[in-house]
């Protein structure tokens, strides 16, 4: 029997928040949960992209303090200038990028097999980073506090931003991750993972506003009134469990580094690609 609507809404918010930041990609989890929840109705599309603003505001409370006192400081503090102008830096490519392919990548790749091969070579690249890392750094010295370039998000230029805004827009392609994309790109550009990490979650404010925002407006011509309580329930459990999940990987990240999600990636990817070559499930 079909699952009511709105426990498929709460179901999917899950998916969202513990899988937004990251580095195995929400968007792909979500069209792979959305397939087996048979939740493929005329807005799944919007809703999917709607919930991500709700793991969006997950990081405003985490940070709030420091967003708080950049605005306070925009006019005065050059740190605060700094930091504001690298995340619109960043955030620029993803605006251009996906208006000029953002139609195009959602009609040929918003499906679980591209999904699932997006996420195999994810993790190769994944791999082979956290590989560089351990011979340049070392094992032991996770974070490369001693050894990376820049150690916090106010040691970043406005071309270490736009770098890491152009490796964003690879993580257009669903599967690849958008947090993935930033941080590892950021480690490969010399961030420590922890400011690496950091920058992924501040530049996540504009660019899951601005997804969430224009697909909404896209779109409203198919909404109705009715789709509220849906729209609502996965906002709000994706921000609850976002919350949990930034906590938990702010902690995580000071001893371990990113070869596990690695390995689920491909371990994920497998059992789909599998599923989809023997039709044990009929993906749509």
Not at 36 to 52: K, M, P, R, S, V
Not at 72 to 97: C, S
Request: a positive charge; hydrophobic letters at 55%; glycine letters at 8%.
């Amino acid at each position: 029997m079909d699952l009511p609507l709105l426990i498929k809404a709460a179901i999917l918010g899950v998916v969202e928040g513990l899988t937004e930041f990251l580095p195995v990609s929400s968007t792909g989890h979500l069209i792979v949960a959305s397939s087996l929840l048979g939740f493929d109705g005329e807005n799944a599309a919007t809703f999917e992209i709607a919930i991500q603003t709700g793991a969006m505001f997950a990081v405003i409370w985490e940070y709030r303090r420091r967003i708080a006192s950049t605005f306070a400081g925009i006019a005065t503090d050059r740190v605060a200038q700094r930091f504001a102008l690298n995340v619109a830096i960043a955030f620029a490519p993803a605006v251009v990028f996906g208006l000029l392919a953002g139609k195009a990548i959602k009609a040929h790749l918003f499906h679980p097999v591209p999904v699932a091969i997006a996420f195999v070579v994810g993790a190769l690249i994944i791999l082979w980073v956290e590989a560089r890392h351990k011979r340049r750094y070392g094992a032991r010295d996770l974070e490369g506090r001693r050894h990376a370039r820049i150690e916090t998000v106010d040691d970043m230029s406005p071309l270490d931003a736009l770098k890491i805004g152009l490796v964003q827009c690879v993580a257009m392609i669903p599967g690849t991750s958008r947090s993935g994309a930033t941080i590892i790109g950021g480690m490969i550009f010399g961030m420590s993972r922890k400011a690496a990490t950091e920058f992924s979650f501040y530049l996540a404010i504009p660019t899951l506003i601005g997804a969430g925002a224009y697909s909404l407006w896209k779109q409203r011509a198919t909404l109705a009134f009715a789709d509220g309580p849906v729209f609502g329930v996965g906002l709000v459990v994706s921000f609850v469990s976002a919350l949990a999940c930034i906590r938990w990987l702010i902690r995580y990240i000071s001893t371990h580094d990113f070869t596990v999600f690695a390995w689920y990636r491909i371990a994920f990817g497998a059992v789909i690609l599998a599923t989809a070559y023997t039709g044990l499930v009929q993906w749509r």
